[in-house]
Structure formats: structure tokens, C-alpha cells
């Protein structure tokens, strides 16, 4: 079945530090890949998508290109900031076969520090 | 637009009583999902529907039904609440599996 992996946490940075936050995937068919952000207490936002291989997703300084050679959808910023401190889960949704409903990584806890 | 709405956000439930999580969106998606999420182990599918009257089991249904009478409402019933059940439910929306879903703010189990 389709699955997704993901870098464990928590993962603690520096402010204006670089991040990368590496996500590989297995699924049938040709899935859509996404970045969900969960700040303290609340539920998930969407923070980035891809369709299809080459795809880069974008938003608020985030950025992740689906590969699919390697099957990866990695998430990265250029200079980090407190507020982004927040759990992290790459998920899949898969366009062919088996449940539907996106398929989740474990979350990558992120801790930025000043 | 509401989004997703949960009710309740709290909840204390002791082994064997049953009750029902509630969900509601308007958005006029047709699908519509819930989650638990469990330390160290992700958001895990339970059960979704893709239309009013038609609903499948997701990775972990064991434990909880639900049905899907309107496109709006999607309740999720525990019918003999478990310790194993303590959790954050997460209620789910979209338009079509390949979009973006909206999650609810979630609902946290407690079963003693």
C-alpha cells in the first residue's frame, strides 16, 4: 500500500538558519503530494502541493519539487523564523486504486530558536 | 464560510460509553474523512465518504461507524469507547481526492 517517510524530529534550529526536511514516498499510480503544517492546539493547513513530477510547490518561503526518480517531495526554506516553528507532514493522495483519503507521514516537529 | 466545524473540542469518556463526534463543512464538498492523529504516528484514516450515502473504511476502522445522510454532515460514532480510542479526531473536506483537504480544528478523546 502507499506510504510515506518521513525525517523524525524534532528538528531545532537557529533562526535565519537553511531547512530541509526530507520526504519519500511509495504509492501506485501517480500520486499528489503535499505539505501540511500543524501549529500548537490547532488543526492542519495546507501548505504546499505538487501534481505532478517536476511540480514545484510554494508558499510563505517554502518550498518542495516532486521527484519522481527518487520519490521524494523534500520541504525547504531558505532562512527560518520563530514562527515557523510548528509540526511538519508530508502526505500523499493517490490517484489510482486502494482507500482514498491522503495517506501521512509521522510529522517532523520543528523548533526554531532566536 | 464556516469551513470545517467540530463539536465538541473536549471530551472525557469512561471504557464502554459511546458517543458521536460531529462534523460539518459547507463547502458543497462531496468528500469527507476523519483522521486520528496519535503521537509518533501521523494522522491515520478511519473512514471517508465520497457522497451522501456512501461511505468505505479507511487504514483503522475498527471501533467506530458513521454514515452520511446530507453532503454536509459527516458524524463519527464510537459505539464502546476503549482507552486505545484516546486521541485527536481530525474531520476532513475536499473537492476531490487530489486537491487540498480542509481539516476541522479537531476534537480531543479522552477514554479512562
Known amino acids: 500500500g502507499d506510504s510515506v517517510t518521513q525525517m523524525e524530529g524534532p528538528v531545532t534550529l537557529s533562526e535565519e538558519a537553511f531547512l530541509t526536511i526530507n520526504c519519500t514516498y511509495t504509492a501506485t499510480g501517480y500520486p499528489s503530494l503535499f505539505w501540511y503544517v500543524q501549529y500548537p492546539g490547532e488543526g492542519l493547513q495546507l501548505l504546499l502541493k505538487a501534481t505532478k513530477a517536476d511540480d514545484k510547490g510554494s508558499n510563505k518561503g517554502f518550498e518542495a519539487t516532486y521527484r519522481k526518480e527518487t520519490t521524494s517531495f523534500h520541504l525547504e526554506k531558505g532562512s527560518v523564523q520563530v514562527s515557523d516553528s510548528a509540526v511538519y507532514f508530508c502526505?500523499?493522495?493517490?490517484?489510482?486504486?486502494?482507500?482514498?483519503?491522503?495517506?501521512f507521514g509521522k510529522g517532523t516537529h520543528l523548533i526554531i530558536q532566536p | 464560510n464556516a469551513g470545517v466545524t467540530q463539536t465538541p473540542k473536549f471530551q472525557v469518556l469512561k471504557t464502554g460509553q459511546s458517543m458521536t463526534l460531529q462534523c460539518a463543512q459547507d463547502?458543497?464538498?462531496?468528500?469527507m474523512s476523519w483522521y486520528r492523529q496519535d503521537p509518533g504516528m501521523g494522522l491515520r484514516l478511519i473512514h471517508y465518504?465520497?457522497?451522501?450515502?456512501?461511505?468505505d473504511q479507511g487504514e483503522v476502522p475498527n471501533g467506530y461507524n458513521v454514515s452520511r445522510s446530507t453532503t454536509e454532515d459527516f458524524p463519527l460514532r464510537l459505539l464502546s469507547a476503549a482507552p486505545s480510542q484516546t486521541s485527536v479526531y481530525f474531520c476532513?473536506?475536499?473537492?476531490?481526492?487530489?486537491?487540498?483537504?480542509?481539516f476541522g480544528p479537531g476534537t480531543r478523546l479522552t477514554v479512562l
Open positions: 502526505a500523499l493522495s493517490s490517484s489510482g486504486g486502494g482507500a482514498d483519503g491522503l495517506t
Open positions: 476532513a473536506s475536499t473537492a476531490a481526492w487530489g486537491n487540498e483537504q480542509f
Open positions: 465518504s465520497v457522497g451522501a450515502g456512501i461511505t
Open positions: 463547502m458543497n464538498h462531496e468528500y
